[in-house]
């Protein structure tokens, strides 16, 4: 799967999730296609000229967790140009890296449904940070960084062992 955050420490105390550079270089590959069909036949008609720019958007999407223990944060940020959702977390409030998991309940499956309960109920696995409540008595903030499919559960354990090494910040799985 090329959509998977990838980790880099620096000599600094800086750790960085983000996007992998297969994100890009597939979403790019994919709107140059595109544009290629499009030129070769002569013109945008359809469909095609929604999915370019879908892919291009995805091309430039930008997806990234900072914890830098320099500035005492943990900044997270998404989006596409200036539509980029940032969040700031003091990082000597993060209480625990967390590795969740979801397995959907599986009824008795019938020859049927068999096939729809294994497409449209498939469990998960998602990396939490979880922050101490502010002073104000409010619910803890926890924040998902990555949510998987549960068979891919061994990359999201091994990101999150990776982060909790790197941070210095205790695991629960």
């Known amino acids: 799967m090329v959509y998977r955050l990838r980790l880099q420490a ?3 105390g800086v750790v960085r999730l983000r996007l992998g550079l297969g994100w890009r270089i597939f979403f790019i590959l994919v709107t140059l296609v595109i544009l290629a069909v499009i030129v070769h ?61 979801s397995a959907p309940d599986r009824p008795e499956i019938g020859p049927a449904r068999g096939m729809q309960l294994r497409v449209t109920q498939r469990g998960y696995v998602q990396l ?35 982060l909790s090494a790197a941070t210095g910040v205790p695991l629960e799985v």
């Open 10 to 12: 620096d000599q600094e």
């Open 41 to 101: 036949d002569g013109g945008a008609r359809g469909i095609l000229p929604v999915l370019g720019a879908i892919s291009l958007f995805a091309s430039i999407y930008q997806e990234e967790w900072v914890f830098d223990r320099r500035t005492d944060e943990v900044r997270g940020c998404a989006g596409v140009f200036f539509l980029v959702r940032s969040r700031v977390f003091p990082l000597s409030s993060l209480q625990r890296i967390r590795v969740r998991s």
């Open 128 to 162: 939490v940070l979880e922050f101490t409540p502010g002073s104000d008595g409010d619910d803890p903030v926890r924040p998902v960084v990555q949510t998987e499919s549960l068979r891919n559960r061994e990359h999201v354990v091994a990101l999150a062992r990776q």
